[in-house]
Antibody, heavy 119, light 108 residues
Framework: QVHLQESGPGLVKPSETLSLTCSVS??????????WSWIRQSPGKGLEWIGY???????DYSPSLKSRVTISLDMSKNQFSLKLNSVTAADTAIYYC???????????WGQGILVTVSS | DIQLTQSPSTLSASVGDRVTITCRAS??????LAWYQQKPGKAPKLLIY???TLESGVPSRFSGSGSGTEFTLTISTLQPEDFATYYC??????????FGQGTKVDLK
């Protein structure tokens, strides 16, 4: 059973960088079994997949966010992180981290963290 | 991107009812389709993947069917704990993963 927990600031100023971390227990980031994703949910746009990172550091991002997003691994801490730069009010959302496997989509989720973009 | 359209957006039902939700994809996605249940303040929970495979621990009253562009989620006998919002999601390898807009199942 994989357990995920998001952490980071709940308030970010416009034009700055949103940075979140997902701590993973019950599963190793280096196992090669899981893809580690970020997903967000806002009232205006529903659920939106942001991107994932795989254990070798390979990534895939949503085309609509690709120019602003970086997802990376920290194997030593068994964590992965999200950076979204140049944020606007439209990036206000609940951000979830989640795991998926080959042919099995998001089976484990963190509880979510609300991030508000406001000055 | 592949668009997913769920219908209806809201469904009013009673305990014991049979409930069906439809998800239509803008392109063929084989059976790369999942269904999630979300309750207020909680993360989505995976119910079905591969269009029809029940996730471990999910009650058998939930079932999924379809392939290509049209999919359904059926709850055979609605229970009180099933009032929630349901989302479909496609995870086709060659396209960004996307979600439907959601179907809220509420009490009639």
């Amino acid at each position: 059973q994989v357990h995920l927990q998001e952490s980071g600031p709940g308030l970010v100023k416009p034009s700055e960088t949103l940075s979140l971390t997902c701590s993973v227990s019950g599963g190793s980031l280096s196992s090669g079994i899981y893809y580690w994703s970020w997903i967000r949910q806002s009232p205006g746009k529903g659920l939106e997949w942001i991107g994932y990172v795989y254990y070798r550091g390979s990534t895939d991002y949503s085309p609509s966010l690709k120019s602003r997003v970086t997802i990376s691994l920290d194997m030593s801490k068994n964590q992965f992180s999200l950076k979204l730069n140049s944020v606007t009010a439209a990036d206000t959302a609940i951000y979830y981290c989640a795991s998926s496997r080959m042919a099995i989509p998001f089976d484990f989720w963190g509880q979510g963290i609300l991030v508000t973009v406001s000055s | 991107d592949i668009q997913l359209t769920q219908s209806p957006s809201t469904l009013s039902a009673s305990v014991g009812d049979r409930v069906t939700i439809t998800c239509r994809a803008s392109q063929r996605i084989g059976d790369w389709l999942a269904w999630y249940q979300q309750k207020p303040g909680k993360a989505p929970k995976l119910l079905i993947y591969g269009a029809s495979t029940l996730e471990s621990g999910v009650p058998s009253r939930f079932s999924g069917s379809g392939s290509g562009t049209e999919f359904t989620l059926t709850i055979s006998t609605l229970q009180p704990e099933d009032f929630a919002t349901y989302y479909c999601q496609q995870y086709n390898t060659f396209s960004p993963w996307t979600f439907g807009q959601g179907t809220k199942v509420d009490l009639k």
